[in-house]
């Protein structure tokens, strides 16, 4: 069974930093890029930051640029969301997605770790 | 970069209704375009990508058409099933932004 499960979250003061964790299980995890979405409480979704299978290619979106810092270890079937200096706003639950086999969207979700940052 | 506007924000329709669904890009991103349905309280679920090509398992009813900057997701006979909240969204290149979403009801 293709599986994404995300770990790390929980409560943060402001300013302070955090590390997501998705440990992937019953695919080829280096062959696919890596996504993480989030989704603040009542709000739609909102792309993150996605990486490539090789972590040739990293991507950010402009709210979290030069904040936070997606990374992978393909040996450990695992990717990563670094976040230093967190706001309120980036209180979310944090999912990490697979990208499709054509890389035509996400196809597979994690069941999401949730991020509260608040003093 | 490039945004995307999906309307309606939201929509009551009644079983059995079709009911399409607008997606607006604010450039031409080609057809790199996805449609990805959550239920309330469950993870999204890929329904349609490259604009038009259906994800396995979904349902026939769903159809997805568009290119360029002006695409639409329809359902051509609603079921209330189909409560779930819809988004568009392009990858077509970094930053992979989703539209704000449609949430949908029966009426």
């Known amino acids: 069974e293709v599986q994404l499960v995300e770990s790390g979250g929980g409560l943060v003061q402001p300013g302070r930093s955090l590390r997501l964790s998705c440990a992937a299980s019953?695919?080829?995890?280096?062959?696919?890029?890596m996504y993480w979405v989030r989704q603040a409480p009542g709000k739609g979704l909102e792309w993150v930051s996605g990486i490539s299978w090789n972590s040739g290619s990293v991507g950010y979106a402009d709210s979290v640029r030069g904040r936070f810092t997606i990374s992978r270890d393909n040996a450990k079937n695992s990717v990563y969301l670094q976040m230093n200096s967190l706001r309120g706003e980036d209180t979310a639950l944090y999912y990490c997605?697979?990208?499709?086999?054509?890389?035509?969207?996400?196809?597979?979700w994690g069941q999401g770790t949730t991020v509260t940052v608040s003093s | 970069d490039i945004q995307m506007t999906q309307s309606p924000s939201s929509l009551s329709a009644s079983v059995g209704d079709r009911v399409t669904i607008t997606c607006r890009a604010s450039q031409g991103i080609s057809n790199y375009l996805a449609w990805y349905q959550q239920k309330p309280g469950k993870v999204p679920n890929l329904l349609i990508y490259?604009?038009?090509t259906l994800q396995s398992g979904v349902p026939s009813r769903f159809s997805g058409n568009g290119f360029g900057t002006d695409f639409t997701l329809t359902i051509s006979s609603l079921q209330p099933e189909d409560v779930a909240t819809y988004y568009c969204?392009?990858?077509?290149?970094?930053?992979?932004?989703f539209g704000q979403g449609t949430k949908l009801e029966i009426k």
């Open positions: 969204q392009k990858y077509n290149g970094a930053p992979y932004t």
């Open positions: 019953g695919f080829t995890f280096d062959n696919y890029a």
């Open positions: 490259a604009a038009s």
């Open positions: 997605a697979k990208d499709s086999v054509t890389q035509d969207g996400m196809d597979v």
